[in-house]
């Protein structure tokens, strides 16, 4: 039997294996893991899109070999690709090349993904980016007004209209309340998902956490902690209870329609000030303490809220709201089930079977509970809704599952991001990777199936079947940043970009270098400016071949970026001393790679 073979055999032979190696690659199977074994050349069925914390990016992991695909730079600089360097991505930052993603979730069409977008938010500097996932590359980045710590965001599910976005930290309106804590208020912000504009925002009393939209368009959620509006964390904690806000779409729209609005500081953006007692736009529905996820499950007919400070879980009816908002109920009628899951709830996920899965934090375990089950529980009958609970290292954070967040959910993966590892991998010094363990939940009970070391600090992800995800193989050079190329070209008579080679002389200081390259040569061999000149090089990669890169690094002019064939990137740096300085392609393209190079050579002004 060929190695081949022989590892499709399976369980039944491995036990014939005598050498050591043979029995490690095994190991998988030999535990019954075998569904996660994804061969050489094989591919993976799902992809997952991971956010990245405080690295700023987003990761692509392959389902279930959970192997790491690719990282795109989102909030954050990136030597590799040159992202947060190049004119455009630098435009785009504004300067801040630094941020926190915690979110990412994909664009809907009827309920469930369509493959155009990802979007995800920075909570660091209160931005909200797209990703196309055509060219799985940032396309858009949106700062939200008035807004610090936007962290929840979840788009509208029917068609992607809006991305609602939620300010975490309540700030002053005015600069006169800085010292008057009690005054600072939060936005709930929607943003077309196409033009990726802020429409309106709704202003709130206290904090808002995350978000979840209904599968209707009627309604946007945020769980709300610190309802007591305070600045400190003991004011924070004060109360045992907090909520969960709705917020009425079709009632925010009219008010900004008939100009029932403010503004807030520069921004025009027109405000709805949701901070009245009974305000028609927001529904408070009481919740216990400090909530953090609200998840809506796959039939859109329940919001689950977790806990947090409460070991509950609140499962709050979406048909109900309504009611609620005409006043014909209360509204904490709404609430029809609160089981207790265990200590520290976090997230909640579903398997389209009517079953919900919650992660605990504090007790470190992800527990499958049945939502109809506690809600006849809620209603006095005895029965127990928690399934089954499956112990997780360590600490967790987030847990989604394939496809949860859409009508659509299978039942199949489930992912728990814990926030510590400690002894699960090689120890590898003070700074220990996260843990995000993969879970097979296609039967009744968990099953823990593969251990995922990540880097700083995915928070979410979610899981997509490979045939929802087409991305090309070359970009389409669509979009404002091959108009701006395209712009300069025209304006330098270039022509084609791919075409010509050429120095332009903007200005005294500032110079254009338009620069077509193709294995393994640049369409320049040299070329001259003067010290202290702004250069800003058009490099255009003109293979036609998958997978073909190239790129250029300046020698000690810290420029080093790469452009995937068919692209364009351009990059801007000062010239410096005079003196002759090698400029060379990074990418191993060619054989004669190490021969892609050239001279920039730098004149001393006199
Ligand atoms: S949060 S660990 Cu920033 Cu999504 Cu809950
Ligand atoms: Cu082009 Cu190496």
């Not at 995800?120 to 060219?135: C, E, F, H």
């Not at 309802?227 to 709705?246: K, R, T, V, W």
């Not at 332009?504 to 393994?520: G, L, N, Q």
Request: aromatic share 10%; proline share 5%.
């Amino acid at each position: 039997m060929d190695r081949r073979t022989f590892f499709k055999a399976g369980i039944t032979t491995a036990g014939a294996v005598s050498t050591g190696m043979a029995t490690q690659i095994y190991a998988s199977e030999k535990s019954g893991h075998s569904k996660t074994e994804i061969l050489p050349g094989e591919l993976d069925d799902y992809y997952g899109f991971w956010s990245g914390g405080h690295s700023g990016e987003v990761r692509i992991l392959g389902i279930p070999s959970m192997r790491e695909l690719i990282r795109i730079p989102v909030f954050n600089a990136d030597a590799g690709t040159g992202w947060g360097y190049t004119d455009y991505s630098k435009k785009m930052m504004d300067g801040m090349i630094s941020g926190d993603t915690h979110h990412v979730h994909l664009s809907y069409t009827d309920g469930t993904y369509d493959g155009r977008y990802a979007y995800v938010n920075d909570k660091s500097s209160g931005r909200l980016a797209r990703i196309r996932i055509a060219t799985m590359a940032v396309d858009k980045i949106i700062s939200i007004p008035n807004s610090q710590g936007t962290h929840g965001i979840f788009p509208q599910r029917h068609k992607t209209g809006y991305v609602f976005c939620n300010a975490e930290f309540r700030t002053p309106l005015a600069l006169e309340d800085m010292d008057s804590p009690e005054k600072y208020g939060a936005l709930h912000s929607a943003v077309d998902g196409e033009t990726m504009e802020v429409k309106w925002q709704v202003l709130v009393n206290g904090n808002m956490d995350l978000c979840a939209t209904d599968y209707e368009d009627k309604y946007s959620f945020a769980t709300q902690y610190n309802s007591e509006g305070g600045a400190f964390l003991e004011e924070m904690i004060a109360l045992d209870q907090d909520f969960l806000l709705a917020f009425n779409i079709a009632e925010i729209e009219k008010a900004v329609k008939d100009k029932k609005i403010m503004t807030i500081g520069d921004s025009k953006v027109p405000v709805v000030d949701a901070r009245a007692e009974n305000s028609p736009y927001v529904l408070r529905i009481p919740i216990p303490k400090s909530p953090h996820g609200v998840n809506v499950d796959p039939t859109g007919r329940y919001a689950i809220c977790a806990g947090k400070l409460s070991p509950t879980c609140s499962v709050v009816d979406i048909k109900l709201i309504e009611k609620a908002f005409a006043g014909k109920i209360k509204p904490r009628d709404c609430v029809v089930a609160e089981p207790e899951i265990g200590l520290g709830p976090l997230h909640t996920c579903f398997d389209g079977r009517g079953n919900a899965y919650t992660s605990l934090f504090i007790d470190s375990n992800i527990t499958k509970w049945n939502i109809s089950k506690a809600i006849q529980a809620f209603q006095g009958k005895k029965v127990n809704p928690i399934i089954d609970r499956q112990d997780v290292h360590y600490q967790v954070g987030h847990t989604n599952a394939s496809m949860s967040e859409t009508k659509d959910a299978d039942g199949q993966w489930l992912i728990a991001l814990c926030k510590l590892s400690k002894d699960r991998f090689l120890n590898v010094g003070p700074l220990h990777p996260e843990n995000d363990q993969l879970i097979d939940i296609s039967g009744e009970k968990l099953k823990l199936v593969h251990d995922g070391p990540t880097y700083i600090e995915p928070h979410d992800c979610v899981m997509v079947p490979r045939d929802m995800i087409n991305p090309m193989k070359f970009t389409d050079r669509k979009g404002e940043e091959y108009e701006m190329y395209d712009r300069w070209a025209k304006e330098d008579k270039v022509g084609k970009l791919t075409r010509k080679a050429k120095v332009v002389r903007k200005s005294e200081t500032h110079v254009r270098v338009y620069m077509p390259c193709k294995a393994p040569k640049y369409k320049l061999k040299e070329f001259e400016v003067m010290e202290g000149d702004e250069v800003q090089v058009i490099l255009t990669n003109t293979n036609k071949i998958e997978d073909l890169g190239h790129g250029l690094v300046v020698s000690h002019h810290d420029v080093c970026f790469t452009v995937n064939p068919k692209d364009t990137k351009s990059y801007t740096f000062t010239a410096r001393k005079p003196g002759i300085y090698w400029f060379y392609c990074p990418q191993f393209c060619h054989a004669l790679h190490l021969e892609m190079r050239g001279r920039m050579i730098v004149r001393a002004r006199t």
